[in-house]
């Protein structure tokens, strides 16, 4: 196995008896499967909303896949699972650039790469084809959105979370993943992706049952914990 430092990449935490790291970049790396995982892409936003006479730089799927790239040379990881809304609709894959189109190629060639599908994907394209629902690795389910109800070991996306934190006299939101004790859901990936509050009534529901919810924001190779619920 390739060594990863850990704080060189992002913050280490363990999770459901597995070792992982969170970057400031939004990926999660699973050290023992040695597995890049990024939720919610959106590629091919930009030129979505194009289509819609809101003219955007039309560069958002090169520099998230750029950013995969990254992650993958800066870990050694050899899979990437990806947690649905990969792209921005389902005529996204035929509306990548073919710079974008070969990045995307290399990447997928040079892992083993899985689509796990969400709302905004159609598995009819050629890019998604081989696509899954959802996927159970070590004994962690991997899906899009968080199961309500669920309570097994899980990591999810969907709702692209985000903590605003005044210090200072400053008000800073940033993307977050958001915890409990045994699921987790990613801060959104893509260049082009906003957010909700992490501590949103959807996202505390989404995790439910739990005993305490945290939002998660990696710094200086650390992990700090922030509460945003707990039972009474």
């Not at 819609?52 to 699972?81: C, F, H, K, N």
Request: aromatic share 8%.
């Amino acid at each position: 196995m390739v060594p990863v430092s850990f704080t060189a990449f992002g913050a280490p935490f363990e999770f459901a008896d597995q070792e992982f790291a969170l970057a400031p970049s939004r990926a999660l790396y699973w050290a023992e499967e040695r597995a890049l995982i990024v939720a919610d892409l959106h590629l091919e936003k930009a030129s979505w909303y194009a289509q819609r006479g809101q003219m955007l730089p039309p560069y958002d799927s090169r520099e998230t896949l750029s950013r995969i790239a990254d992650a993958l040379r800066e870990t050694g990881a050899r899979r990437v699972l990806c947690l649905g809304d990969n792209f921005h609709d389902s005529h996204g894959p035929a509306r990548l650039e073919p710079h974008a189109a070969g990045m995307l190629d290399a990447l997928m060639c040079a892992t083993d790469w899985v689509w796990i599908t969400g709302n905004h994907d159609c598995q009819e394209t050629s890019v998604e084809a081989q696509g899954v629902p959802e996927l159970t690795v070590r004994g962690i389910a991997l899906r899009h959105e968080a199961r309500p109800g669920e309570t097994g070991a899980e990591l999810s996306g969907h709702f692209h979370p985000k903590l605003r934190v005044t210090a200072r006299g400053r008000s800073v939101a940033r993307p977050c993943a958001v915890a409990s004790e045994r699921r987790l859901i990613l801060p959104a990936f893509g260049a082009l992706t906003g957010g909700m509050n992490a501590a949103d009534p959807a996202i505390l529901g989404a995790l439910q049952p739990a005993r305490a919810i945290d939002a998660l924001v990696p710094a200086a190779g650390k992990l700090a914990r922030f509460p945003l619920w707990r039972s009474a």
